[in-house]
Structures are given as C-alpha cells and as structure tokens.
Antibody, heavy 121, light 106 residues
C-alpha cells in the first residue's frame, strides 16, 4: 500500500526558507501529480502546486513567486521550498498525489498525515 | 480562481441521522467535484469524485449529487466513525480550490 510521509523542520524563522520533503513508500510516484496542500490554523485547505514526474510544475498564482516543488525519482521523494516566509505561512503542510480516472476526473487519492510548520522568531 | 462555498460550517447530529452538506461554486464546473473526509491527525480521504462516483471501499451510505454549480454530499445514516470534517474540492481548473469544510459533531 502506497504511503506518503512529510518531514522537515517544525519551526522556521521569518524571512527564511521553509523546506519539506515527502517520502513515498510502497509504490512509485511515476505518472502521479505530486502535490503540496496546506491548512493554516482555523482555516481551509489551500492548494500550493504540483510537479509531474516529467518535471512539469504548476503553482498557485498566490504563491508562485516564492514556491519551488522538485522531484527526486531515485529516492521516490518530492520536496517543497517556500522562501521569504512570514507568520501567514504557518500551517499544516500535506503532501498528496493527484490521480485521474480516464485522465479526466482528478482527485487527491493519497495524502500524508501532514506536518505543522510554525513561522516564528 | 473558482470560489467554493460550503455549508453549513458545522452541524450537530446523532447516530442514524441523515446528513446533507452543500457546496456551491462561483462558476460552472460540470461534475468536476470531489468530496473528502478528514479526521484529526489522519490523512484526508477522498469519498466521492466526479460529483457522484463513490470511491472504491467507501460505504454506500455516502452519496454525492449535483452538476454545474450546486453539489450535495449526503450521509444516509450517520455512523460513529463518520464524525469528521468534510471538504468539497473542484478539479475543473487550477488552482485547485476547496470549500471551507463542514465539521460534523455529535
């Protein structure tokens, strides 16, 4: 059974770069859209963006200038970097894979449990 | 971006109750609508995709309906394990967007 697990620092200082990794076990991330989603405390879910195994990326315009998502197929991992963070970036960060039925109906089929990242000095 | 308006934000219900959650989108999305269940400390799980298709392994008491801009998730007979937060999400376009969530409580 494929599982996703987020890892990375739980505390990041303002203006620094948030870095998280999603490790995939029990299967390959090939042909999946590897996605990051976050949820600030008390707020809804926000889609950050994805990377496809081909290397194609798509980011939320609201974060595009600060986000980089990368892929390491040899380690079966994908990563998130968010630069110049502020307190508004405090959130639970989830990695997920988006899959399509008949390459048409896309949904987030697998999720990690999430990791809380707090931005504070 | 497509805005998602989900209601109610929370509801109190009892085991055996029929529960209905609605989701409205700011523009038509055909049936590109998913529903998720999220329990604290656990990974969210997709219940329904394409507005009305039950994900394999999801109990049949869950059902979805709607098309265009108005969608509904129904739990026909609430079970103890169904107390959770439910989210709708559109897959019509990027950026993907979610409803604000509905917390189903006892």
């Amino acid at each position: 059974q494929v599982q996703l697990q987020e890892s990375g620092p739980g505390l990041v200082k303002p203006s620094e770069t948030l870095s998280l990794t999603c490790s995939v076990s029990g299967g390959s991330i090939s042909s999946h859209y590897c996605t990051w989603i976050r949820q600030p405390p008390g707020k809804g879910l926000e889609w950050i963006g994805y990377i496809y195994y081909s290397g194609n990326t798509n980011y939320n315009p609201s974060l595009k200038s600060r986000v980089t998502i990368s892929l390491d197929t040899t380690k079966n991992q994908f990563s998130l970097k968010l630069k110049s963070v502020t307190a508004a970036d405090t959130a639970v960060y989830y990695c997920a894979t988006e899959v399509g039925v008949a390459k048409r109906y896309w949904s987030f089929d697998l999720w990690g449990r999430g990791t809380l990242v707090t931005v504070s000095s | 971006d497509i805005q998602m308006t989900q209601s109610p934000s929370s509801l109190s219900a009892s085991v055996g109750d029929r529960v209905t959650i609605t989701c409205r989108t700011s523009q038509t999305i055909s049936n590109y609508l998913n529903w998720y269940q999220h329990k604290p400390g656990k990974a969210p799980q997709v219940l329904i995709y394409a507005a009305s298709t039950l994900k394999s392994g999801v109990p049949s008491r869950f059902s979805g309906s709607g098309s265009g801009t108005d969608f509904t998730l129904t739990i026909s007979s609430l079970q103890p394990e169904d107390f959770a937060t439910y989210y709708c999400q559109q897959s019509y376009s990027t950026p993907r967007t979610f409803g604000q969530g509905t917390k189903v409580e006892i």
